[in-house]
């Protein structure tokens, strides 16, 4: 069974930072496309960042890029999610995901993705 395992979500003050953390098995880290989504209130989920430690690729989303990092280490097997220069509509449930299959990350979304974390509260205020 597939576990990911997330954490560090919270609130904080626009121009902030924080760091979500994805813990899982080695298996699980080496060989499956990681991911981060996030869903808004009333909103769709939508892709954040993508991670293959196979090919030694990462993706993301042009709303993010420059301001995220997503973040393997192979150590820990866990998957980070650097955010910095939060702004009010980063607030959302950021979920971390895990696809079996190797595919080109940048045509990834939802549909695609295996398992899925619980999902943590990442709210930002003006």
């Known amino acids: 069974q597939v576990q990911l395992m997330e954490s560090g979500g919270g609130s904080v003050q626009a121009g902030g930072s924080l760091r979500l953390s994805c813990a899982m098995s080695p298996y699980i880290f080496k060989n499956y496309i990681l991911g981060w989504f996030r869903q808004a209130p009333g909103k769709e989920r939508e892709r954040v960042a993508y991670?293959?430690?196979?090919?030694?690729?990462?993706y993301y989303a042009d709303s993010v890029q420059g301001r995220f990092t997503i973040i393997g280490d192979n150590a820990k097997t866990t998957l980070y999610l650097q955010m910095y220069s939060l702004k009010p509509e980063d607030t959302a449930v950021y979920y971390c995901a895990a696809r079996e299959r190797g595919a080109l990350l940048f045509s990834l979304f939802e549909q695609d993705f295996d398992y899925w974390g619980q999902g943590t509260q990442v709210t930002v205020s003006s």
């Open positions: 991670y293959y430690r196979q090919s030694g690729t990462s």
